[in-house]
Every structure is written in structure tokens, then in C-alpha cells.
């Protein structure tokens, strides 16, 4: 067959792609945040928020240090969000600063929420949120004790696990141990 009486070559249209299919967990976890971030804002205006994510499906805000208490408060006396359930609290040392976070369950809305502030590495401090948790009280003191967070309000700022006398705070990146 002579190339003059060869049908042209068609090209087979391109399948068009599927669309990806969308995780309901994730669907689901969206609303949660955009939900809870609408009464955050509603509330405090966008000055107070640094970041809001998903984490793992968990609706997770970064707040600022200086409007921690207020907005710990407000997700727990809100009468439509009460996150009244506090479930842990811990501290995490990063090269830039250190990162208090807590975990709190609202029975109202069945969902947990994460709350995150930050600190710089010197003289890092957060308000304390006894008065709004008692039952962080050991947390806080422990996180100063191990990462030297001070939380100014707090009733007894002592060390909880190391030695009055011990010199540091050992899980800091930068902790040298002596031998």
C-alpha cells in the first residue's frame, strides 16, 4: 500500500483523567475547621490566629502568645463549642521556638480540637491556663521543668520531676548533659 492510499492515522482522544475521589474523613474534618475557625474569627478577628490546619483530620490553630488565655477561654465557655474536656497538654522544643500545645474534646459538637502557641527559645513564657484547667496544672510544670517554659499565673511553678538544684531544662535541643 502506497503512503497516498493509507487512511491518515487518527489519534485516539485522550482518556480525560478521573477525577481524584475526595476523603470524606477529610470532607468531614474540613467543615469541623471551617466551622470553628468562623467562631474564631466571629469572636477575635483574624489577629489572633497564626495558622489553621488540618492535622490528621484534628482541626488544629496556632494562636498568638498574647491572646492564648482569651481564646482557650472562649472554646470553652462558648455554650455552642464547649470544649469543657482536656485531654493532654505538652511542649515541644524547635530550633526557632517552643510550641505549647493542648487537646480539648467538646461533648457539644463530639469533635477534639488541637490549640498550638509558640514562645521564643529565651525566656519563653505562656499564660498559664489553670484557672480555666485545673487539671493542666502538673503539665505546665512539667513543661517548665523539662523545657523551661515559665507560665506566669500559674499557682505553683516548681519543678515537678528534676531535683530543685538541677542545673537546665533537659529536653531542650540545646541541653548539654555533664558527665
Avoid: C
Avoid at 52 to 79: C, G, M, R, Y
Wanted: glycine share 4%.
Amino acid at each position: 500500500m502506497s503512503e497516498e492510499t493509507k487512511a491518515p492515522e487518527t489519534k485516539a482522544p485522550e482518556a480525560e483523567a478521573a477525577p481524584e475521589p475526595v476523603d470524606p474523613r477529610v470532607e468531614k474534618a474540613t467543615e469541623k475547621l471551617e466551622f470553628l475557625r468562623g467562631k474564631l474569627l466571629g469572636k477575635f478577628g483574624e489577629d489572633v490566629l497564626e495558622a489553621a490546619e488540618l492535622k490528621q483530620f484534628q482541626p488544629t490553630f496556632t494562636i498568638k502568645n498574647a491572646n492564648w488565655v482569651e481564646v482557650v477561654e472562649h472554646f470553652k465557655t462558648d455554650s455552642t463549642l464547649a470544649f469543657v474536656y482536656p485531654q493532654l497538654m505538652a511542649g515541644t522544643d524547635y530550633k526557632d521556638y517552643i510550641e505549647v500545645y493542648i487537646l480539648l474534646h467538646s461533648f457539644t459538637l463530639d469533635t477534639d480540637i488541637s490549640l498550638k502557641t509558640r514562645t521564643p527559645r529565651d525566656n519563653a513564657s505562656v499564660p498559664s491556663i489553670t484557672h480555666l484547667f485545673a487539671g493542666f496544672n502538673w503539665e505546665e510544670r512539667e513543661i517548665y521543668d523539662l523545657l523551661g517554659v515559665d507560665f506566669p499565673g500559674h499557682p505553683d511553678m516548681r519543678r515537678i520531676m528534676l531535683e530543685d538544684d538541677w542545673i537546665g531544662h533537659p529536653l531542650r535541643k540545646d541541653y548539654v548533659v555533664e558527665n
